[in-house]
């Protein structure tokens, strides 16, 4: 009889606890967090009104639709961009999706799905600067966003550079005269120079060269890897991705 009595215990503190799971919120099974840096407009930014809590862009309407074609609701962690495929690696996150480009290095620690953008990094300095290519850049300051691939194309061409947290702390170094240029992925300069006059694009393609996003998983997790896939698959296939490129960059 006791036998019985503690069996039905253990089982009772069961069910309770999966009770409290579910009255808590989904379980984990049941959602995807995806880690991002919310400092890259278009593709991730923090908004009064975003489309997943306070994050809004491309990425997160892409990580979205990643989510609901899974059936699953997705999460989103925003970290510094640095700490994200640490955080990936740790099993904090799910996945990446932060306008990250693939790289050897990176894909030596994690797995890629297939590319869904592509982009190249440009000059962003004042109307009437004599920088009109990277090379004008040799004894001049520029100020790089930490992580990106800006930093490790001015650091490869040894160029002096400040590397900030922030591609807004980048962009207010030069509305202030403390730097020269600002190095940074061509979209989002786009963006920073409809925000702020005074302020033009320099393209230099033989000095940059064309790069591709990716979301990152992480390494050997192949069945997450082919949902992400196939989900993007169906996102450039049926111009979703096209259609947000075209609302996120032109919008005011």
């Not at 894909?107 to 009109?132: H, L, M, R």
């Amino acid at each position: 009889m006791k036998k019985s009595f503690r069996i039905i215990a253990i089982v009772l503190i069961a069910v309770l606890a999966v009770a409290s799971l579910t009255a808590c919120g989904k379980s984990s099974s049941e959602t995807i967090k995806f880690g991002t840096n919310a400092e890259f407009p278009p593709f991730e930014f923090v908004a009064a009104k975003g489309l997943i809590g306070e994050f809004d862009g491309i990425d997160i309407a892409i990580a979205k639709q990643i989510g609901q074609d899974m059936d699953k609701e997705t999460l989103i962690e925003n970290m510094e961009f640095d700490s994200l495929l640490v955080a990936l690696q740790n099993n904090q996150l799910d996945a990446v999706i932060a306008g990250l480009t693939v790289t050897e290095d990176r894909a030596e620690s994690v797995d890629f799905s297939i590319p869904y953008y592509s982009a190249t990094q440009v000059i962003i300095t004042k109307e009437g600067s004599p920088i009109k290519s990277a090379a004008d850049l040799a004894d001049k300051f520029t100020a790089v966003v930490q992580g990106y691939t800006g930093e490790t194309c001015i650091g490869k061409l040894g160029y002096r550079y400040e590397s900030f947290k922030k591609g807004t702390e980048c962009v207010m170094e030069l509305v202030n005269g403390k730097c020269d240029a600002v190095v940074i992925d061509s979209a989002t300069a786009s963006k920073y120079i409809a925000d702020n006059k005074g302020l033009v694009i320099v393209e230099d393609n033989r000095a940059f060269d064309n790069e591709e996003y990716a979301i990152a998983v992480a390494k050997g997790n192949s069945e997450l890897l082919e949902k992400i896939n196939a989900s993007i698959e169906k996102m450039l296939a049926n111009g979703t991705i096209a259609g947000l490129g075209d609302k996120y960059c032109n919008a005011e």
